[in-house]
T-cell receptor, first 113, second 113 residues
Framework: GEDVEQSLFLSVREGDSSVINCTYTDSSSTYLYWYKQEPGAGLQLLTYIFSNMDMKQDQRLTVLLNKKDKHLSLRIADTQTGDSAIYFCAENPNAGNNRKLIWGLGTSLAVNP | EADIYQTPRYLVIGTGKKITLECSQTMGHDKMYWYQQDPGMELHLIHYSYGVNSTEKGDLSSESTVSRIRTEHFPLTLESARPSHTSQYLC????????????FGNGTRLTVT
């Protein structure tokens, strides 16, 4: 069945790079997303990548997609304490139908000063 | 900045009470969603709507009901709250069209005693 897997916890030192990994199972996925959830808040879209791309960069964020291995990663450069949050990976295996977004369990990122 | 609002933010209520969680968005989005988020962070889609007078059950069975009488308003009702309903409820909306990102409210944390 469809599944998205993420490691649950990541701890980094302030100023280092963080890499959050995600694997998915549906090869028909057209878009893959990264959402961020700060404590006590809803989810905020960070970035997304279309399946015909290998990489997308947006300021401190770099998304890498390995379609062969069905592996997605989010790299945060120069991680700050404000980046401490839960990061969700999600795939859209059915283009145009957000109802079928498949979510990972979220990776809790802790940034230590 | 997404304009989607949920009230109340926190609610503690006794077993058997009827409650309505409010969700409103001012972006004119046709699609709206309710997610239930477990303490372990996993997101479950419980209801969605693609427009006025259109509501569908999500992937996780829920005893709650929803209505969509106006585009901007998507309330969720529990006729008789139980401790098993204790959770965080997140409302989201998105534009029509392929792969439009979800905009989330800040959530309602419900505790049923």
């Amino acid at each position: 069945g469809e599944d998205v897997e993420q490691s649950l916890f990541l701890s980094v030192r302030e100023g280092d790079s963080s890499v959050i990994n995600c694997t998915y199972t549906d090869s028909s996925s057209t878009y893959l997303y990264w959402y961020k959830q700060e404590p006590g808040a809803g989810l905020q879209l960070l970035t997304y990548i279309f399946s015909n791309m290998d990489m997308k960069q947006d300021q401190r964020l770099t998304v890498l997609l390995n379609k062969k291995d069905k592996h997605l990663s989010l790299r945060i450069a120069d991680t700050q304490t404000g980046d401490s949050a839960i990061y969700f990976c999600a795939e859209n295996p059915n283009a145009g139908n957000n109802r079928k977004l498949i979510w990972g369990l979220g990776t809790s990122l802790a940034v230590n000063p | 900045e997404a304009d989607i609002y949920q009230t109340p933010r926190y609610l503690v209520i006794g077993t058997g009470k009827k409650i309505t969680l409010e969700c409103s968005q001012t972006m004119g989005h046709d699609k709206m969603y309710w997610y239930q988020q477990d303490p372990g962070m996993e997101l479950h889609l419980i209801h969605y709507s693609y427009g006025v007078n259109s509501t569908e059950k999500g992937d996780l069975s829920s005893e709650s009901t929803v209505s969509r009488i106006r585009t901007e308003h998507f309330p969720l009702t529990l006729e008789s709250a139980r401790p098993s309903h204790t959770s965080q409820y997140l409302c989201a909306s998105s534009e029509e069209g392929h792969n439009s990102p979800l905009h989330f409210g800040n959530g309602t944390r419900l505790t049923v005693t």
